[in-house]
């Protein structure tokens, strides 16, 4: 205890900081003791974690995925054979161009046929809205115009305007 005490008095330090100060050393020497040990005795980590079972699932699912983006409508991927002119179309002015969001060009959902899956490529449409879409269809039948999408719970008048050039019913 008289070494505390030589200690606080030559510092400056109330008790209280002194052990604080201390605890800090302590841990400082055991860190670096655990980093030396870490350099002068190595482990092998790669025998420890093999991560190719995980990643051969990784790889199957996102080909199932991809396999159920692309549709026979027309659709593709968002990320898939994207280039800078397809880029470049992105950013002009056409109605069509902005509210796209993994649509080719020209290309339109028919309402009435549309799974789940296509009808999550329109803008704003979402896992829910797309079930809704599908449900009204199931209930009342098919479409008979694209404004009966306003009678959606979910689809006003903003949200309708930007898939109104996207959608038909046949």
């Not at 800090?24 to 093999?50: A, E, H, M, W």
């Not at 009808?119 to 979402?126: D, E, K, R, V």
């Not at 009678?151 to 046949?170: A, C, H, Q, Y």
């Amino acid at each position: 205890m008289r070494l505390l005490t030589k200690f606080n008095q030559f510092f400056g330090f109330t008790p209280t900081e002194s052990k604080v100060v201390f605890f800090l050393v302590i841990t400082f020497l055991v860190g670096g003791g655990v980093k030396l040990y870490r350099i002068y005795f190595p482990q092998n980590l790669s025998t420890r974690f093999d991560y190719s079972e995980a990643d051969q699932e990784f790889a199957q699912r996102s080909k199932r995925i991809d396999s159920l983006e692309t549709t026979s409508a027309g659709l593709r991927p968002l990320d898939q054979d994207r280039t800078a002119s397809s880029r470049a179309a992105k950013r002009t002015s056409s109605p069509t161009a902005k509210t796209t969001k993994g649509i080719r060009p020209g290309t339109v959902i028919n309402l009435n046929t549309a799974s789940k899956e296509e009808l999550m490529w329109l803008p704003g449409i979402g896992e829910a809205m797309a079930e809704r879409i599908l449900l009204h269809r199931e209930e009342n039948g098919k479409f008979k115009n694209v404004a009966e999408l306003k009678s959606i719970k979910g689809i006003g008048e903003k949200k309708f305007e930007k898939i109104r050039p996207l959608v038909k019913v046949e």
